[in-house]
């Protein structure tokens, strides 16, 4: 008796995360407020692993405004589990790391000024990479934390909308 193998391409698997778009404030943000209202997101069943990892592999920003096209800096901060401290600021905030959140950070990504590009009434900033992001939660050990937040002052202006989407390949 004979057997045969069929070797198969399989595919990447990849976890989208797109929080729904937010319409910032008009008051001035300074460098460490948050963009998303309630700072710190969770997104549920990232791994398919209890304590999984993944990489981020693509990260687009895009601002749309009626009037400007702001392109600032800011920045993606991954945890590996719930921070505790005191992170559910407002959407712009400040937000503060404590010593026992900043060892939860499993990476950050950043995305520069010079990252966008401008379209009709809208700034579009899509970087790619390989950062590593990971779980170590007892509790939730397939999820991923993160939180967006400026690196740059900015205000803007009535009607505009910020949306994010991060690409993760599931490892």
């Not at 069943?45 to 800096?73: Q, W, Y």
């Not at 959140?101 to 990479?129: E, L, M, P």
């Not at 690196?151 to 803007?156: H, I, K, L, P, V």
Request: overall charge negative; hydrophobic content about 40%; proline content about 4%.
């Amino acid at each position: 008796m004979c057997c045969r193998t069929i070797v198969g391409a399989l595919g990447e698997k990849h976890k989208i995360i797109a929080p729904v778009p937010v319409d910032p404030t008009t008051t001035a943000y300074t460098a460490g407020d948050a963009i998303i209202v309630s700072s710190i997101q969770v997104e549920r069943g990232v791994f398919d692993l209890p304590n999984g990892n993944a990489n981020v592999v693509e990260v687009v920003i895009r601002n749309d405004n009626a009037t400007s096209t702001p392109k600032k800096g800011m920045e993606i901060i991954f945890f590996s589990e719930a921070p505790t401290g005191d992170l559910t600021a407002a959407i712009n905030g400040a937000i503060t790391l404590d010593a026992d959140d900043w060892a939860k950070v499993c990476n950050r990504v950043q995305i520069a000024t010079a990252n966008y590009v401008d379209g009709w009434q809208q700034s579009t900033a899509r970087i790619t990479g390989n950062w590593a992001v990971w779980n170590t939660s007892t509790d939730d050990k397939t999820a991923l934390w993160y939180c967006i937040v400026c690196t740059e002052a900015q205000t803007y202006t009535a009607g505009g909308v910020i949306s994010a989407m991060i690409d993760l390949k599931i490892n």
